[in-house]
Structure formats: structure tokens, C-alpha cells
């Protein structure tokens, strides 16, 4: 994965990549040679999809959650880790049964995100969360922490004056600073939770995140893939400490989390855009399945992250 990666940056071959949380079944393919029969993408306007004519029908989603009491058990296999001393972020996640009366594809052309991807009915993504941006050697990232509804009252005012929250979000901005310090200089927070609005078929969500940038070194194009091998899996879907962090995500969760909350993106040797693999649903079987989750500190509650997890079953389409 990464020397294909290297040689396509150093050619200057444009190319695109798909790759899972374990970083087990990378795709890693030149742009010309991504049939859209198999796979159609946009990330931010780098894109192999036009117009479709898609039905306009409002969307019916039901969610069939895991039960409280088997969440709850996770959840305090995690607490008693962190009371431990061994993780103080942990992005704990579920798998979601869901039905839907929309087509994988369907979602991909009508949901509104700026990382979208489709693989032939396997999965469907749609996520908010870029991953790292490159542009004239300037690396940036947009870790994402903190999610409530926007119809609450003072919503805004809540989620930037929540202990938990801001506790998550320090923790996960550090976190990105380090990874970004092993492949880039002048490392630096221009941006400290700044308030987004996400739009669901259910109404809106209000979204904290941060903007961190780095200088890369001048041969940073021929290091494209050991940049982001360095920089795996993503930060703000793991925890802290990340190493340490994944085995206990591992050992916790009770299902493979596959590509899900792993990277995708385009790069064209001297530009790269990606996203995290969040707000996904892919097809196993007969069923549809909505994976989702959010991080958990020792401040957390467990209730409001059922509740979390939860509210983030949506499809970005209004």
C-alpha cells in the first residue's frame, strides 16, 4: 500500500484510496482506471459521478439498536480501562440494523457530505470528517469531537460549555497535533472548536472541530503513502493512547468494524483530500447495517452516548 502510493505521488499519477480501519484490504487504484460500475466517489469535487436521477420519496429510516444493558456492559469494560490508567479516549462503536426504503446508491447520490463513496453495493459512506488535506505542502487535519441536536435550546452554548465534551475534544486535537508532529514541522492549532451545522433527514446537528496544519518536508510527494501510513488508523476514531487504544477497541467491540472509520480519498500527486469513513452503512447479507459510536472519557455518561450513538444513524438528506 504504501510504496504504490509513494511511486503514484512521485509519478504524479492520480489515484484514489480506499482503506479499512486494520489496514488489511487497501485500494489503492489510478484514477483512470476506476470503473463506476464499482465504484463512484466524491471527495469535495474530486469525482467520477455525474447527475442522477434519483426518487425524491421522503426518506423512511428504522433503527434497531443494540439494547441498553449489552451497550452498557461495553461502556464499562472501557470505564474500568481508562479508571485503569490505560486510555483517556476511547471511540467506542456499534452496529446498527436499519431499514431503509433507499438504495446504497440512492444515498450516495442524494446525501449532502463532503466525502461520499459507493463500492457496488457493498457499502455506502457520507461523512463530514476530513481526514488530512495537502496543498503545496502544507498538511492539514479537522479532528471532529462533540455532536448535539440542534433543535435543543442553546445547543451551541451547551456543547462548548460541556465538561465531557471539551475534555474529548483537548484530548483528540493533541493527539492529531503529535501524529501530524512525526511527518510535518511547524506544527500548530489555527482553529479550536469552531461549531458546524450537519443537516440529517431528521433535522440538524451542530458538530465541534478543530483545524490543525503542519509544513512537509520538499519530497513530500514521492512520501505520499508513508505520510499517511504514519498518521493510521485516524486519531479521532481510536483514542488515546492510540496503540494501546485500538486493543481495546478491539478486545471491547463485538463485531468487525471492516472499512468503516478507515480513510478514503483522492490524490493527485501534489494535492491530496481525504475523509474518515464515519456515517456508514453497508449491506451484509439480506441485512442493511448502520455502524456508529463516539468517544468515551471518564467524564462520560453512558445513557447520553446510547444516545449518541444513537442520533448518529441519519442519511444526510433533506
Not at 486494520?22 to 469535495?44: E, G, H, K, N, T
Not at 441536536?149 to 483528540?172: C, F, M, N, Q, Y
Not at 475523509?275 to 462520560?300: A, C, H, P, Q
Request: with cysteine; hydrophobic share 40%.
Amino acid at each position: 500500500m504504501i510504496d504504490v502510493m509513494n511511486n503514484y505521488g512521485k509519478d504524479g499519477i492520480p489515484f484514489i484510496f480506499i482503506i479499512d480501519f486494520l489496514q488489511r484490504m487497501p485500494v489503492i487504484l489510478p484514477v483512470d482506471l476506476v470503473d463506476p460500475a464499482d465504484v463512484l466517489y466524491d471527495f469535495r469535487g474530486y469525482t467520477n459521478a455525474g447527475a442522477a436521477m434519483v426518487p425524491a420519496d421522503k426518506i423512511y429510516l428504522d433503527k434497531k439498536p443494540v439494547d441498553y444493558a449489552s451497550y452498557r456492559c461495553a461502556f464499562d469494560v472501557v470505564r474500568e480501562r481508562q479508571l485503569s490508567g490505560e486510555t483517556y479516549l476511547a471511540n467506542l462503536t456499534f452496529p446498527t440494523p436499519i431499514s431503509i426504503n433507499l438504495t446504497l446508491k440512492d444515498i450516495f447520490f442524494r446525501s449532502q457530505a463532503p466525502y461520499r463513496l459507493w463500492c457496488r453495493d457493498r457499502f455506502v459512506v457520507f461523512s463530514p470528517e476530513p481526514f488530512i488535506r495537502i496543498d503545496n505542502g502544507v498538511i492539514s487535519s479537522f479532528p471532529m469531537k462533540g455532536t448535539i441536536d440542534a433543535s435543543i435550546p442553546g445547543a451551541r452554548e451547551l456543547l462548548l460549555d460541556d465538561e465531557k465534551e471539551h475534555a474529548e475534544h483537548v484530548t483528540i486535537v493533541d493527539l492529531i497535533r503529535n501524529d501530524l508532529n512525526m511527518v510535518a514541522t511547524n506544527v500548530a492549532v489555527k482553529r479550536f472548536r469552531y461549531i458546524e451545522t450537519v443537516e440529517t433527514h431528521a433535522g440538524s446537528l451542530l458538530q465541534a472541530s478543530s483545524h490543525i496544519t503542519g509544513t512537509l518536508p520538499d519530497d513530500y510527494r514521492e512520501r505520499i503513502g508513508t505520510i499517511i501510513g504514519a498518521l493510521l488508523p485516524a486519531g479521532s476514531v481510536t483514542g488515546a493512547p492510540k496503540k494501546k487504544t485500538v486493543e481495546i477497541i478491539r478486545e471491547t467491540e463485538t463485531y468487525d468494524r471492516g472499512y468503516y472509520t478507515g480513510i478514503c480519498g483522492y490524490c493527485d500527486g501534489s494535492r491530496l483530500d481525504s475523509g474518515v469513513m464515519i456515517r456508514f452503512i453497508e449491506k451484509n447479507g439480506d441485512k442493511t447495517i448502520f455502524k456508529s459510536g463516539g468517544g468515551l472519557t471518564v467524564y462520560s455518561d453512558p445513557e447520553r452516548e446510547y444516545r449518541e450513538m444513537i442520533d448518529k444513524v441519519y442519511v444526510p438528506i433533506v
